[in-house]
Each structure stands twice: as structure tokens, then as C-alpha cells.
């Protein structure tokens, strides 16, 4: 083994998995970690996208949508990724979300969502209908998760920071499908994070199961009749996933297992050893656990919409210098002005919700970057402008574009993905890409 695996790590897999399977998971750490992404169609056609790589990609054993790259290759500096045509995510962590069954119409939550990679598959699937809610109690790590779930540019993604129990008080019984990926012991991280195995202990798995328990009670509270409670974990002791499944369905009767539908991967162990699944590195993935439960009560709660004031007559007209068409879509809330498809969740705790347009300013508009990205809005930008590669990575760095004859607030794409704002004076469009999210320097 080229990684120096700890004795404790080492001891917990050989009492769970069989023989063959444990000589198999210790020679994988010989290996690199697995490193792929996936392409959201509705953004750009996969095949299409894939072709225009400079780069080799293998489509993965777990799933051909997640395509391995090689790790040298960085993948945040792409056109595609900015523009968030693509997101990085290990093979088999993409297949929690596959399980789920998500169809446009339903209302989803993700429990702990950061970094946001199963929520950016949620919003995908549901193709703008719907409602995903994107829920991480850590304030450091909302930040991330915001920032990840804006590339997508959905105005039915709503950001949330709260416990699970305060989320089961504000939503009892309101969603169609339940995403718990509960924080764990991390034993599927250690190839790929060798900073992981420092916290290797019997007692910290221990500690891990109890947090895990705590969050799928609280939870379960949150799904609606007919609705899946999906839970997974990226660790593969029997503490943290078998034993918290069954402890769960022994004190939850209004739950049932169901299959997990995967042809990939290996079953599990104990009493539902044939429902669960497993993902292992010698199976394509990094490690992955995954179940699902059914709730079969009754009860199904309805969301509450907020009454959205309409905009005023000015702020109709500096609209309508940037959109073809201005309508009920659109509203105020102070000096913000918001767009949504929908109605508007009554969330006041939420941190976000719709999609910010941009400040009224007295006498000018103000647009935010977030619009640029939104599926609905980037066809009624009355200025878009299409820039080849080596003009994609000068905006992405910052740089001021010599394109004349635009004048006032538009948008760039690369191939139809729509990458930021620009605003024109006639000679040249200066770049109002966000300074934080920009490419420095030139890649090697």
C-alpha cells in the first residue's frame, strides 16, 4: 500500500468486509483517487461539450455521465465550469441522487449540503419546477454551497441554515424526497484527502453514529406521505450505515426500506444487507453507502407563497434596456429587484431565494451576477455575445473586451453557456465579472 492507512482503519475493515473484499480495498490505495465531473444538459449537450474538451475523459464504471479526468487537469479553471455547464464530483458520491427518483414538481431538500454537488443534481433533474432546498448548518460552509449553487443560476434553489430539528418545525411532512448525506467518519475520503485518517478512531465512529441518528430522526419529520427518505454516508464501517438504518426503521414503524435499484457496487450487511448498497474503490467510486426509506404515514403539508410586490414604473423602464420583455416574473423587495418562475416560498430564515436582477438606484440599474446564469433570463438579454475560447478565458480573468457596438448590460457565453455580464459603451464591453470568481494568472 503506498498510503500509510491507520491500524485502527485497518483492524475496523477487516472484522466488516470479507476476505476478498478487504484484500481488494487495501491494494486500491496503490492507486489515485477517482476524479470526475458531470455535464448538466440543461446547460449544454453532454456529447457536444465532451467534444469540445482539450483534454482526455473515460466515462466512468459507476455511471458513463460522470467522465474521469486526470488530476492534473484543473478543471475549475473551465469555461464550462464558470459557466456551470459542468461540477466536479466523485463517481460514486453522483449516485446518492440517482437513487432518488427526482421528477420536475416535486419539493426537495438536501439536509447537509455543502459543498452543494447532490443539490446542483437535484436542480438539474427537476428542470426548473419545483422547489430544492439547500440546507447546511455551517455558516463557513453555506458560503461555498452558495457560491456553487449560483453558476447553476436557479431561481427555484433556496439556501437554508439550520438544524435539522428547526428545519422539521418549519417544514413537517412538506417534501417528496429527503436528502440525508450525513456527516461522517470519512473512510471513503482517504485516497483522495490523506489529512482524513488523522481522525481515524473507534470513538470518533462512534460519535459520528450518534450525530447521524440524531439528524435522520429529525429528518424523517420532513417527508411527506409517499415520500423517500434517501441517507448515505461516505464511510464504510457497519456503525455508521447498516446499524444506524436499522436502529432508524426499529423506532420509525411509519418507515419501510426499499431497494436500492444500482447495478454497480456490492450489497451490505445485518438485517437489510440486499436493500443497501455499497460502493467501494475497487468498484469505481471513492465509497459510498446508500438506503432508502419510505415513509407510509399520511401526512402531507403544503408550502406558504409570499405576495410579490410588483415593480414600479421606472424600474420597468431600465429593465426594459436589458430584457425583451419585462413581466409579472419580475418584483421588488426594497432596492432589490427578483425574478422567479414561481411563487415565492414564505422562508424568512432563508438565505437564499429567486433570483437577485440587480439594486435600484435612483437613477440607474445595478445588476448582480447571479441573473447571468438563470436558464429563463439569459434568453431575454437583448445583448448576447458569443466569444470563441481564447476570449472565454480573457473575461474569465478579468480582462476588458474589445467588442464594439454594445451598448449598456449584456451577456457573454461560450457555446451557448452564458458566463457573466458585460456592459458596453459602444467601443468596448467592460467586464463585470465578479473579482473573487475570476481565473489569475495563466494556467501552466
Given at each position: 500500500m503506498s498510503l500509510n492507512l491507520p491500524n485502527s482503519f485497518k483492524l475496523r475493515m477487516a472484522k466488516t468486509l470479507p476476505e476478498h473484499h478487504y484484500k481488494q480495498l487495501m491494494d486500491s490505495y496503490d492507486k489515485p483517487?477517482?476524479?470526475?465531473?458531470?455535464?448538466?444538459?440543461?446547460?449544454?449537450?453532454?456529447?457536444?461539450?465532451?467534444?469540445?474538451?482539450?483534454?482526455?475523459?473515460?466515462?466512468?464504471?459507476?455511471?458513463?455521465?460522470?467522465?474521469?479526468?486526470?488530476?492534473?487537469?484543473?478543471i475549475g479553471r473551465h469555461p464550462f465550469y464558470h459557466g456551470g455547464a459542468l461540477y466536479p464530483q466523485e463517481?460514486?458520491?453522483?449516485?446518492?441522487?440517482?437513487?432518488?427518483?427526482?421528477?420536475?414538481?416535486?419539493?426537495?431538500?438536501?439536509?447537509?449540503s455543502a459543498p452543494g454537488g447532490k443539490s446542483l443534481q437535484l436542480l438539474h433533474l427537476l428542470q426548473g419546477k419545483g422547489y430544492c432546498v439547500s440546507n447546511e448548518i455551517d455558516r463557513k460552509r453555506v458560503k461555498i454551497l452558495m457560491s456553487n449553487l449560483e453558476r447553476m443560476g436557479d431561481d427555484n434553489s433556496i439556501v437554508t441554515s439550520m438544524s435539522t430539528q428547526q428545519l422539521s418545525q418549519l417544514w413537517p411532512h412538506h417534501f417528496d424526497r429527503v436528502i440525508v448525506d450525513a456527516p461522517c467518519s470519512g473512510e471513503g475520503?482517504?485516497?483522495?484527502?490523506?489529512?482524513?485518517?488523522?481522525?481515524?478512531?473507534?470513538?470518533?465512529?462512534?460519535?459520528c453514529s450518534l450525530r447521524q441518528k440524531d439528524i435522520l430522526h429529525h429528518a424523517s419529520k420532513?417527508?411527506?406521505?409517499?415520500?423517500?427518505?434517501i441517507y448515505s454516508t461516505c464511510t464504510f464501517n457497519q456503525t455508521e450505515n447498516e446499524d444506524v438504518v436499522e436502529e432508524f426503521l426499529s423506532t420509525h414503524t411509519d418507515f419501510t426500506i426499499e431497494p436500492v435499484h444500482l447495478s454497480v457496487g456490492q450489497p451490505g450487511f445485518g438485517k437489510y444487507s440486499e436493500s443497501v448498497r455499497r460502493i467501494y474503490p475497487f468498484d469505481g467510486?471513492?465509497?459510498?453507502?446508500?438506503?432508502?426509506?419510505?415513509?407510509?404515514?399520511?401526512?402531507?403539508?403544503?408550502?406558504?407563497?409570499?405576495?410579490?410586490?410588483?415593480?414600479?414604473?421606472?424600474?420597468?423602464?431600465?429593465?426594459?434596456?436589458?430584457?425583451?420583455?419585462?413581466?409579472?416574473?419580475?418584483?421588488?423587495?426594497?432596492?432589490r429587484i427578483y425574478f422567479s418562475s414561481q411563487p415565492t416560498l414564505a422562508v424568512t430564515s432563508a438565505l437564499k431565494k429567486d433570483i437577485l436582477v440587480g439594486w435600484d438606484k435612483g437613477n440607474y440599474l445595478l445588476m448582480e451576477h447571479e441573473c447571468s446564469k438563470n436558464r429563463h433570463l439569459k434568453h431575454l438579454f437583448k445583448?448576447?455575445?458569443?466569444?470563441?475560447?481564447?476570449?472565454?478565458?480573457?473575461?474569465?480573468?478579468?480582462?476588458?473586451?474589445?467588442?464594439?457596438?454594445?451598448?449598456?448590460?449584456?451577456?457573454?457565453?461560450?457555446?451557448?453557456?452564458?458566463?457573466?455580464?458585460?456592459?458596453?459603451?459602444?467601443?468596448v464591453c467592460k467586464n463585470k465579472y465578479p473579482k473573487g470568481l475570476r481565473n489569475l494568472g495563466v494556467e501552466s
Open positions: 483517487a477517482y476524479r470526475a465531473f458531470r455535464f448538466f444538459d440543461s446547460k449544454i449537450d453532454p456529447a457536444f461539450g465532451r467534444s469540445l474538451l482539450t483534454f482526455e475523459t473515460i466515462e466512468s464504471a459507476l455511471n458513463p455521465k460522470s467522465l474521469l479526468f486526470d488530476e492534473k487537469i484543473k463517481p460514486s458520491a453522483a449516485l446518492v441522487v440517482d437513487v432518488a427518483d427526482i421528477q420536475p414538481n416535486q419539493t426537495v431538500i438536501d439536509v447537509c475520503t482517504y485516497r483522495k484527502d490523506i489529512s482524513a485518517q488523522q481522525y481515524d478512531k473507534d470513538e470518533n465512529v462512534f460519535v420532513l417527508v411527506k406521505q409517499g415520500g423517500y427518505l467510486g471513492e465509497g459510498q453507502f446508500v438506503a432508502k426509506l419510505k415513509y407510509l404515514g399520511v401526512e402531507a403539508n403544503s408550502f406558504t407563497y409570499l405576495r410579490q410586490k410588483p415593480l414600479n414604473h421606472k424600474q420597468k423602464q431600465m429593465l426594459t434596456e436589458v430584457f425583451t420583455q419585462v413581466d409579472h416574473r419580475f418584483y421588488q423587495l426594497s432596492d445583448n448576447k455575445i458569443e466569444l470563441n475560447l481564447d476570449q472565454a478565458n480573457q473575461y474569465l480573468q478579468g480582462e476588458v473586451l474589445n467588442i464594439q457596438y454594445v451598448f449598456g448590460w449584456g451577456i457573454v457565453l461560450y457555446h451557448s453557456v452564458s458566463l457573466g455580464l458585460i456592459k458596453g459603451d459602444g467601443s
